[in-house]
């Protein structure tokens, strides 16, 4: 379901200019909608935790009634506001093997690949594990002061992205799309290599 949003999302933005730097602004202001979402996503689970639902079980089960409502409407937006730029000027069409072959045969696009799987499954992984580490090993149980903590941390993380978006096209015209990409990288590896030293029970 993620894959069949995100390319034709993805393909759209490709689409909107033919010139890169266009292209790069509109990818931050898109990418202002993908982080806004974060000020309330880490606080989920401690809303669902709230006595007034009468219950973990059942706070999970509306919080996720009212999750799933606002990603349902956000999602159909785009089904029934956006319009292709080329719609009337379709590409003729090619054999769906032909393109892979194509699109694989080009190196830095398998060196591309490769560092976003990476990424992905790490941050897939860390993603799914870094709520228990939280909340049996640095909080010792106490899941009320980890969703606590986590909901903090989505909100600053998310207001310190949100301070960075504009300097993402200055990135890209002053040192290239290689050398963010390896910025973007190497900020993922240095963020793996600190949490050691960041999940302590002694101070949570």
Not at 21 to 40: E, F, I
Not at 53 to 78: D, Q
Request: charged fraction near 15%; aromatic fraction near 14%.
């Amino acid at each position: 379901a993620y894959t069949v949003y995100t390319i034709p999302s993805m393909a759209l933005g490709f689409e909107v200019s033919p010139e890169y730097y266009d292209r790069v602004r509109v990818t931050t202001a898109r990418s202002l909608y993908c982080v806004v979402p974060g000020l309330a996503v880490g606080w989920v689970y401690w809303l669902a935790l709230r006595p007034e639902w009468g219950g973990e079980i059942n706070g999970i089960r509306m919080v996720s009634i009212l999750v799933a409502a606002v990603v349902l409407g956000c999602g159909l937006a785009p089904v029934f506001l956006v319009r292709e730029r080329f719609a009337t000027r379709a590409a003729p069409s090619q054999s769906i093997w032909r393109a892979v072959r194509e699109t694989t045969g080009n190196r830095h696009f398998r060196y591309f690949m490769l560092i976003v799987i990476v990424l992905s499954m790490g941050n897939a992984i860390f993603q799914g594990l870094i709520f228990y580490v939280n909340a049996y090993w640095v909080c010792g149980g106490d899941k009320v002061l980890a969703t606590k903590i986590i909901g903090v941390s989505s909100t600053l993380s998310t207001l310190m992205a949100l301070a960075t978006v504009p300097f993402a096209p200055w990135i890209g015209r002053r040192f290239g799309k290689r050398a963010g990409l390896c910025l973007g990288a190497g900020l993922y590896v240095l963020y793996a290599l600190v949490q050691p030293w960041l999940l302590r029970p002694e101070q949570p």
